[in-house]
């Protein structure tokens, strides 16, 4: 779990810096989500796998749902703070061109 959460930050930071100095083909944007994507199927078979181990079984539907609730949570969240950054990062980019 841990490799593929240090390759997925690994992954975008050189996807951020690749576009802070404005050198991100599109070809290398698709790379990066495609391998981002690999890693995060290898997390969540890992995350599954661990929870059985750790979690006795007359709780692991509790432990499943509350996994599933905290995943569902933050894919309901994580757009609407994306959209809340947008504005500013706009007037950033913007100010910072000549």
Known sequence: MQV???GRVVLFVILAVAVI???????????????AAILDVLFGAAE?????????????PEAFAKNEA?????????????ASCTPSAARFRSSSMP
Do not use: E, M, N
């Open 70 to 82: 905290r995943s569902y949570g933050a894919s309901l969240a994580g757009p609407r703070s994306a």
């Open 21 to 35: 100095v404005d050198h991100a083909p599109l070809a290398a944007i698709f790379v990066i989500a495609g391998a």
């Open 48 to 60: 599954t796998s661990i929870v059985s181990q750790l979690v006795p079984k007359s709780q692991l």
């Open 4 to 6: 593929c959460d240090a």
